[in-house]
């Protein structure tokens, strides 16, 4: 193999691994958006529910949940 054959044959390989990094990194990202998303969505309706059973409590102490 002469000297430029190697040299851009390691230059693919650099560029395959750093393209492989990337799509690693890229995954992970994903991932992460994706739970965060599940997450807050998660937090919203548990304040949702708190919010619903603090207007039944006030109904029933005030008599108006009848």
């Given at each position: 193999?002469?000297?430029?054959?190697?040299?851009?044959?390691?230059?693919?390989?650099?560029?395959g691994?750093?393209e492989?990094?990337?799509?690693?990194?890229?995954?992970?990202?994903?991932?992460?958006?994706?739970?965060?998303?599940?997450?807050?969505?998660?937090?919203?309706?548990?304040?949702?529910?708190?919010?619903?059973?603090?207007?039944?409590?006030?109904?029933?102490?005030?008599?108006?949940?009848?």
């Amino acid at each position: 193999m002469s000297e430029t054959n190697k040299n851009a044959f390691q230059a693919g390989q650099a560029a395959g691994k750093a393209e492989e990094k990337s799509n690693v990194l890229l995954d992970k990202a994903k991932d992460a958006a994706a739970a965060a998303g599940a997450s807050a969505q998660q937090a919203g309706k548990s304040i949702s529910d708190a919010a619903v059973g603090g207007v039944n409590f006030v109904k029933d102490k005030t008599g108006l949940n009848k």
